[in-house]
């Protein structure tokens, strides 16, 4: 059996690993994932995607997959985080002049907020960490967990290589995703495991 790594130990390892990835180095493997992102059956399929735009340091950067996507004719949209609600919702994406960047340093949209996701039919996900089996590992809050709630649309989770681990220490709090990609692969999860919440 293959060792489990603590949740801890996985967001350790990641911090250090994203603030040793240089920008270009970033932008490289981000447009790798891009390349594997639009080649998915669900994501030429989906009409209205809730997509995340991060500006933290080695984050994988979307900003050109989100313009390319509406360039697709897809509707995007952007969490808003409500802190004291510990909970996202909803902006759609109408520039890149009508956006902030919130408290979480994910660009949020200033315009048609709301907490209807029922439309929505893709969610592309940020994370720290991720497990093979497609258990995300977030900051420790619960605003993704919270907001896959309100809709069954498939999610997808979008990483660099050193955030993917074996096996990873999980609990309720995290939940599975539909597939993974990073700049080298498409992982698929067990689809049968996706609303599993006890481990």
């Given amino acids: 059996m293959k060792e489990i790594i ?9 911090f250090e690993r994203r603030a040793a990835i240089g920008e270009k180095e970033v932008r490289r493997k981000s447009q790798k994932i891009a390349e594997n992102l639009f080649s998915l059956d669900e994501t030429l399929a989906a009409k209205n995607i809730l997509f995340y735009a991060s500006t933290i340091k080695g984050d994988v950067y979307t900003k050109g997959m989100i313009d390319y996507l509406i360039g697709m004719g897809k509707v995007i949209s952007l969490p808003k985080l409500h802190k004291t609600q510990c909970r996202f919702f909803r902006g759609v994406f109408l520039g890149w002049d009508k956006t902030v960047v919130g408290e979480d340093m994910f660009i949020e949209s200033t315009v048609a907020v709301d907490d209807n996701f ?14 093979l089996d497609g258990r995300r590992i977030g900051i420790g809050k619960e605003y993704y967990s919270n907001l896959i709630s309100k809709t069954l649309a498939p999610r997808i989770l979008l990483a660099f290589e050193f955030q993917v681990f074996n096996r990873i220490e999980t609990t309720r709090k995290e939940f599975n995703v539909s597939k993974i990609i990073t700049e080298r692969r498409i992982i698929p999860v067990n689809i049968s495991e996706m609303y599993d919440k006890i481990r």
């Fill in 6 to 14: 603590p949740k801890t130990e996985a967001r350790k390892i990641v």
């Fill in 118 to 131: 029922d439309d929505i039919d893709l969610i592309i996900v940020p994370s720290v960490a991720v497990s």
